[in-house]
């Protein structure tokens, strides 16, 4: 997007290069990243991170108003709500779509978000790896308010553990090895100390949880929560039983509580007018259809990484909705092909990661991943056989 850095980025790139990045990228757990790593970083102006922030920030306004709890009150499916609620979001993502506007400009447009952790731990090393390959200017920084590497992780500590110590605390997910973002827990423990645990790992007694260690029972006092519930209900009935505990009464805490992943969500949306969210109503209460239906696409709202979206709109996936409570109906945005590569150009997403620090007002902005795209859609399935796409980061001029 910086014409300038774009041109002297592409003109220095060589596949030794590439093939140099990707191997130290690799070089800590070789073998841990399954998604496709882009050859390019995404270079982005002050003016088009402002807009991002702008929509960010008038979010959180909706998000830290009084009357917010009984906005999202239907938000979380039935026989999902988990006790023990915290009063805010641990984390929160934005992802921004690099859309073009009618007269030809870029402009952010939210794609989607969610109160869920991301892949806070591998950007860090993304970004270190980068850097050393690369040279990357340093009036350029993936990090947002400030923030540098120490700090950051500085932050992410205070955040996960707030004052645990480090034994006591968990990274809870689902057969976490086989997780094609495993490469985030392993450095989520190189950085922060804490175990990465299986959900079958865990020990209940009573209303507490522990997990086993040389022998000896470890008591958990917080979980950071990988966890996503859609993954969880297709297990098989023996990992379904293990994992009730998350509807028990407990002496535990979250991070974040699970409930944000739905309350603050596809769900939120709606709630929500500003010039870089696109216009999204509840399906079920759509008065009367656009004329325009190839222009919107249909979305769930209790469903992960882009599972279930339609995409190409038609009458008849209207008429066949069932449940018109459970989708939302979104004005397609126009992506732009933005980042210039050896063939034809990218697309590209930006994901921007905010963190909410105990005693705080609000989450502040932090970190960053990029995704780039030549398919119709950004995810592994539109890019397959391409180059120059995946999953990236984005230098923010300072």
Known sequence: MVKALRDWFNENFTAEKYQLFLSSLNRKYPKAIEFRVAETPLFVDKVFTEKMLSACESIIDVIINPNFDYLVRNAVPEGLNVPGKSDYSHFIAFDFGICENEIGELEPQLVEMQGFPSLFAFEVWHDEVFRNTFSIPETYSPYLGGFDKDSFLNLLKDVILEGVPAENVVLLELFPDKQK????????????????????DLIIEGKYLFYEKDGNLIPIRRIYNRVVFDELLQQTEEVLEKGKFFWEQLDVEWVPHPKWFYQISKYTIPLIKHDYIPDTQFLIDVKELPFDLDNYVLKPLFSFAGQGVIVDLTLADIEGVKDPENWILQRKVKYATVVRTPDIPAKAEIRIFYCWKKGENRPIPTLNLTRLSKGKMIGVRYNADKDWVGGSIAYFEK
Do not use: A, H, Q, V
């Open 181 to 200: 973002t495993r490469i985030d827990f392993y450095l989520t423990n190189e950085y922060l100390g804490i175990k990465i645990l299986n959900l079958t």
